[in-house]
């Protein structure tokens, strides 16, 4: 996504085989290989004491510019319920809404690691079927890994699913899925019972073979004690600054959730605001009669369209009119002949 004047934009003519974001997405940018995030990464990066950088994406452009922008690991999180789909919770997502959104994600990742969540009802039947759903993600959706939440009780299904092969990253603390168990989103292991409880989570977890471990909506001290004794990479969401690395929704980072953050939550950048700006300029160009101009317009080749006047079938124009068609023509095929240069080129 590109913010400001459109990069093929020069002396009011648009380049016109320039049509979509999608093709802007694909030409622009380094396109310089860069070594893929892998589940080895983590631990690497564990070991050497280099955090580890985490969002959620949950389409093509907003995972092209976290992927980008060097961020490790991209979770398509069913949190794209709540961001994205409209729900209440994540409750409601599919096995079918998590391979859709984690295709289109996958297009846009050259270097990040993505890992895709289970949804709710996905791996709570039986074994088999958590394995069956799991192998979707990554045969026909392009994750690398699942996220499956739970802690000792999902110890042996976590198990299942890496000896089939499929990385898993496990998820333990405020556990979204669990929300009517846990009698809403609170802050969890506030007792000395609840702390013991997530260390054997943790330790059963590392024992099940998982790749990763998110710990979410924990206190600082119970976070930093898992990460000091596990071999796991931790990553946190509301679990204080000791873990091996932070995640956050995307949504949350740029005010698109229209509602008050979590305590844990920062804001780069009010995209909100930026976003209503615009459509509110756009609305007023296009009433005004402000858009499109002449410069965002397309023109005939000049042969072409006196040939059509002469023959009746073209309005005439004004010589001031006919000048500026004669410039924008003229720029128009000036900037086509070095896009196909720079094409050649490449």
């Known amino acids: 996504m590109v913010f400001g004047p459109h990069p093929l934009q020069q002396g009011g003519a648009v380049l016109e085989t320039t049509m979509s974001l999608t093709q802007l997405l694909r030409s622009g940018g380094d ?28 389409d093509y452009p907003t995972a092209c510019l976290v992927d ?8 398509v999180g069913d949190s794209v319920g709540m961001a994205v789909l409209g729900y209440e919770s994540t409750l409601p997502v599919t096995m079918d809404e998590m391979v859709h ?30 394995v069956r759903n799991a192998a979707r993600l990554i045969k026909e959706a392009g994750a690398h890994a699942v996220k499956i939440e739970g802690g000792r ?6 198990q299942r699913v890496v ?11 405020l556990t979204p899925q669990s929300v009517h168990r846990m009698s809403g989103y609170q ?39 898992i990460t000091a004794q596990t071999s796991l990479p931790t990553i946190g969401i509301g679990a204080g ?14 005010n698109l959730t229209f509602s008050p953050p979590a305590k844990f939550v920062r804001r780069y950048g009010d995209a909100a605001a930026l976003f209503s700006n615009g459509l509110e300029q756009f609305r007023n160009d296009v009433l005004a009669g402000n858009f499109p101009g002449d410069a965002e317009s397309y023109h005939l080749p000049r042969k072409v369209s006196a040939e059509l ?11 001031a009119d006919g000048q500026r068609e004669v410039l924008a023509h003229d720029a128009v095929q000036l900037r086509e002949a070095g896009a196909l240069n720079r094409m050649a080129g490449d």
Do not use: W
């Open 68 to 75: 980008r922008a060097g961020i490790d690991l991209i979770l």
């Open 309 to 319: 006047a002469e023959a009746g079938l073209l309005e005439p124009v004004s010589a």
């Open 187 to 225: 802050v969890q292991g506030r007792s000395t019972e609840a702390v013991e409880g997530l260390y054997a989570d943790a330790a059963a977890l590392q024992a099940a073979g998982a790749a990763a471990i998110v710990l979410e909506g924990i206190p600082r001290e119970v976070a930093a004690r």
């Open 153 to 158: 009780t999902r110890a042996a299904l976590v």
């Open 241 to 254: 600054p000791d873990c091996n690395g932070q995640i956050l929704v995307f949504h949350d980072l740029f």
């Open 101 to 130: 959104h984690t295709r289109a994600v996958a297009r846009g990742v050259r270097r990040a690691l993505l890992v895709a969540d289970m949804p709710f009802g996905s791996y709570h039947v039986s074994a088999e079927e958590a």
């Open 31 to 58: 396109d310089r290989p860069a070594p893929p995030v892998t589940v080895q990464t983590l631990l690497e990066k564990r070991r050497t004491g280099e955090p580890i950088t985490a969002l959620t994406a949950y």
């Open 163 to 173: 000896e089939a092969e499929i990385p898993v990253v496990a998820h333990i603390g």
